[in-house]
């Protein structure tokens, strides 16, 4: 781990090294490993029990090469920086999501696999976003002869395929809940689209999908083939489906969390099924802090986020922008910015 630390290309705080191993997805009672549990017994029923493998143990830190070249990021994606991503050395990273992994698996000869992880991104603050989430990958390959089984073209058949899969999948999990389908962006796969669900009065982004581009497939001599792939965001679905209402609650110890899950309380369509019930949200506390920005600034609002997450760890619930002044005479820019810390299992002191 220190050699790691000391590599001068690393970015990667030590608050962020703890979360490696720490798996919430792989704890059958944590609200994460019910929803993977739950995911897949959609899988075993649509498809047959045990045709989809999962994948839950792979291990984050991955080479550039798996996360952004083996599935085409092109080389000045802004995914690629150090302001985006975590890296451990010049060549590796930490997984910024699960497709890092899409390539060698396809090249190990799995053809219909879901991996689950956490995933790590440099990001800014607030109670729905955190450095280190957990996502689920599906990749299903289709064969030659499953393909001439129709009259569509290929590509139009696993979209039509891929679509209602996951259609299905949402009515697993939330019952009958309002979808749309969004055309979307992804070098991997073409076309792309993204799920939303209606939640709460608000269209929420739960998934990315698409057909595989040739090219991973083809790089997995996988030649008459075609395939879908699907991204989808632990986290988010779970906050919706148990009513979670912030996202460090899942790395909280306290019992008046953990108590409320049980492993086996998923229950299909949430008919019936017990929701998270708060306890008393404790008051915030904030904190103004203002500072000057170098004249040729090369400071980001995610360096910034990293740095109060590092120092104030889980306390930390929103980092905002309040104010921004310019001195025309000395030609510089000071940022003011509040700090929201509100702790999730006690109240706290100024
Ligand atoms: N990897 C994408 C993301 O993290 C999700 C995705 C996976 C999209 C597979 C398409 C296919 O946003």
Redesign the pocket.
């Known amino acids: 781990l220190d050699i790691l630390l000391d590599s001068p290309d690393n970015n990667v705080s030590e608050y962020i090294f703890e979360k490696i191993g720490v798996d919430l997805h792989r704890r059958p009672e944590h609200p994460l490993g019910i929803l993977k549990s739950a995911i897949l017994e959609y899988f075993d029923s649509a498809y047959g029990k045990g045709s989809f493998r999962m994948f839950d143990d792979l291990h984050p830190i991955v080479s550039t090469h798996e996360n952004f070249d083996s599935?085409l990021v092109p080389q000045d994606h802004v995914s690629r920086s150090k302001n985006d991503t975590y890296y451990v050395t010049e060549d590796t990273v930490l997984r910024?999501?699960?497709?890092a992994h899409?390539l060698s698996l396809l090249k190990q000869g799995e053809k219909k696999f879901l991996v689950t992880g956490d995933?790590y991104r440099r990001d800014t603050i607030d109670a729905t976003h955190f450095p280190v989430f957990h996502?689920m990958?599906?990749?299903r390959v289709f064969t030659k002869c499953e393909l001439s089984s129709t009259e569509l073209a290929p590509q139009d058949f696993v979209s039509q395929e891929l679509k209602s899969m996951l259609e299905g999948l949402a009515k697993h999990l939330f019952g009958e809940v309002e979808l749309r389908w969004v055309d979307?962006y992804?070098p991997?796969?073409d076309p792309?689209?993204?799920l939303e669900i209606f939640f709460n009065g608000e269209w929420l982004e739960v998934?990315?999908?698409?057909v595989?581009q040739k090219q991973i497939l083809n790089g997995a001599s996988l030649v008459d083939e075609e395939a879908?792939?699907?991204?989808?965001?632990l986290e988010r679905l779970a906050m919706v489906l148990f009513d979670i209402p912030d996202i460090r609650l899942f790395w909280t110890n306290d019992e008046r969390f953990s108590k409320q899950f049980k492993a086996g309380m998923f229950r299909s369509g949430g008919h019936n099924m017990q929701k998270f019930k708060s306890y008393s949200k404790y008051p915030p506390c904030y904190k103004d802090v203002s500072f000057w920005l170098p004249n040729v600034s090369k400071f980001t609002e995610n360096d910034l986020c990293e740095i109060v997450r590092s120092t104030a760890g889980n306390l930390v619930e929103e980092v905002k922008l309040i104010d921004e002044f310019h001195n025309p005479k000395t030609n510089q820019v000071s940022n003011c910015y509040r700090i929201t810390y509100r702790s999730m299992d006690r109240s706290l002191t100024d």
């Open positions: 599935v910024c999501h699960t497709s899409q995933v996502q990958e599906g990749v979307a992804f991997f796969t792309s689209y993204e998934l990315g999908c698409g595989m879908w792939a699907f991204g989808l965001g």
